[in-house]
């Protein structure tokens, strides 16, 4: 099988962390014999100052026409467009909108070796078999529709509106997205159920309740537990009881900000991977941002670029039923659950003083010997 993948580095950390992965993705593509095409393009707020543009012109156009996109991060102090709005988000929105890339899923495992944030404190909790979720985000409405403004008058802001669509469309496709990711799962570390949580304020919104009702409209075709919290309560129990929960599914910004809080259970920001699914496109991308103060050190925690990175192997090979990449996706994962245990090297993030470029070599390197 032969694939084009497109790479957009953007901004800050997001350039170092994306070579490892683009590393990671050379050595499958040599030890598995799989033939990716890749192309790069500069983008984000760094690209924004030096040339006025958010993305090269012809940028869009090829990640429409590529099997995969990898994106590093977006975001850089001082590069803001003239609205007001981070320049180099339109990358952002411009591929999870134009591509309808409606389910953005972000994994929280822990891996062995690996100890959890919770404290800013190296402390084992939890076995990490016990932290095993993923968090399905709606990535195409929510908060993040273009229907919001100001008011302003002679010059003063006196209002500022932001709407929050939910339609049933957008429930249904990413609710049965979530259903379907569940059924392909091994269910919760707690008790080997399967389970869909839905994760809504539907005690107050309007949008949650509609969520709800095509969650539960959905829900009895699976034969998968049906679960429900309400957002403020899910963000103490997955500190609480992270055993108990296999797959969330949430509307956009609810989602935005669990996985965040999600990410410390499993190490930090640094370890976060995640993808944006749709029907004919899919995009991959670390959690974290640019990280500006960490940039140009090689010193960011270049996992959470490598695992996105596994995640397109994974999406490749089920979308084009190619059993190669689907062998590489476990290969990477092995790898990097190898370099982990066995604790070195690791990024300061992790507890070690290795480089990021160090961390992408080790990956490599445990990859070529599986
Ligand atoms: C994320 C980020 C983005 C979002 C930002 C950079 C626009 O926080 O991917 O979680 O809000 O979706
Ligand atoms: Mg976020």
Redesign the pocket.
Known sequence: MSYRIIFLPGDGVGREVTREGRKVLEAVSDHYGISFHCESYSCGGQYYLETGKECADEAFEDCKKADAVVLG???WPGATLPDGN?AG?GV??GL?FGLDLYA?V?PTKLYPGVRHRICNEFRQVWKPESVDFVIV?E?TEGC?TPTRGFLKRGGITELAVDSRIITRKGCERVIRFAFKLCMNRKGAPKDGKRRVTCVDKSNVMNGCQLFRQVYDEIAPTYPVERDYSYIDAFTQWIIRNPEFYDVAVTS??L??IA??LASVLQGGMGMAA?ANIGDSHAMF?P?H?SAPKYAGQDKANPIASILSVQMMLSYLGEKKSDDRAKEAAGAVEKAVGSVLQRGKPLTYDLGGEARCSQVGDAVVEAIKQS
């Open positions: 991060a977006i975001g981070l988000a952002v929105f999870r953005n972000r985000r990535n993040y956009n910004m989602g935005d996985t965040d995640s991308e959690v941002g």
